[in-house]
């Protein structure tokens, strides 16, 4: 794997738990050159010594639900870059209040902005980025197994991943003609920023040490390192498609 020169777009760095962060590393580790987005002014000061310690420069505040700080982003970033290999999305929201409910007490608007920041931003990036990817340029972003089967407390995050897996489906039909792969991770569940609104992860931790057929939880490397085969070549004939990195829970009928 060589992936020295290449230049990748981070999408979703919170903080040293993101599983972009994880990424990120493993990227630069590769030789990798980094461009970084977080979603508002209070995660500055959590994002900024992580683009020092990763060496980036090409650091964007960027709410991901306005087209236009999305525009902004990308013309900015091919000021600088004639190309993007890689796009690292690992973006997801929903209020808090539409959390941790009985399905049907979802509010359309914590619905809406669910589907909007979770699954379009996705489409809106590869839309605004297209003239940067060239053939052999790779596109991950991040799902969960709640997508497919009913998770406790998970609610509107679980259509919401549903929706974005079917997206990465027909983003790499409609983006496989210029040679962009577009796949999908579906990570067990991992201490995140995002995961900590969610209740219940922590059962669901200790469910997978006990049944899943690795008996332990992954962790942020586990995510990293198939994101690094996602994204390179040796991944060339792959798209579409939905990795599981889960210690093997999702295979198990109890």
């Known amino acids: ?29 590769q030789g990798v050159e980094l461009a970084i987005s977080y979603a508002g002014a209070a995660l500055a000061k959590r994002v900024h010594p992580i ?6 420069d090409q650091v964007f505040e960027c709410d991901l639900s306005k087209d236009n700080d999305i525009k902004n982003m990308i013309s900015i970033l091919a000021e600088e870059w004639d190309s993007i290999d890689y796009i690292v999305h690992s973006v997801a929201y929903a209020p808090i209040s539409d959390l941790n409910l009985p399905f049907q007490h979802i509010s359309r608007h914590g619905f809406l902005t669910a589907m909007d920041i979770s699954v379009y931003s996705l489409i809106a990036v590869v839309r605004e980025a297209e003239m940067l990817l060239k053939p052999g ?9 709640g997508a497919q089967k009913v998770v406790p407390n998970y609610g509107v995050m679980g259509i919401a991943k ?22 999908a991770i579906s990570a067990g569940p991992i201490r ?3 995961s900590a609104a969610i209740g219940g992860v922590a059962q669901l931790q200790r469910r997978i040490e006990k049944s899943a057929p690795l008996a332990r939880n992954i962790e942020q490397e586990d995510i990293a390192k198939t994101a690094l085969y996602l994204l390179s070549d040796l991944a060339s004939g792959v798209t579409g498609d939905v990795l599981f990195v889960d210690s093997g829970i999702s295979i198990m009928a109890y």
């Open 162 to 183: 549903a929706a974005l897996e079917a997206s990465v489906r027909y983003l790499a039909h409609s983006m496989g003609e210029k040679g962009v792969r577009v796949n």
């Open 51 to 56: 683009a020092e310690e990763l060496g980036v």
């Open 137 to 145: 340029s790779s596109v991950i972003t991040m799902t969960y197994y």
């Open 1 to 29: 794997m060589n992936m020295t020169g290449k230049k990748a777009l981070i999408l979703g760095i919170a903080n040293k738990h993101s599983i972009a962060y994880g990424i990120a590393r493993a990227l630069k580790a």
């Open 192 to 194: 995140t920023l995002s």
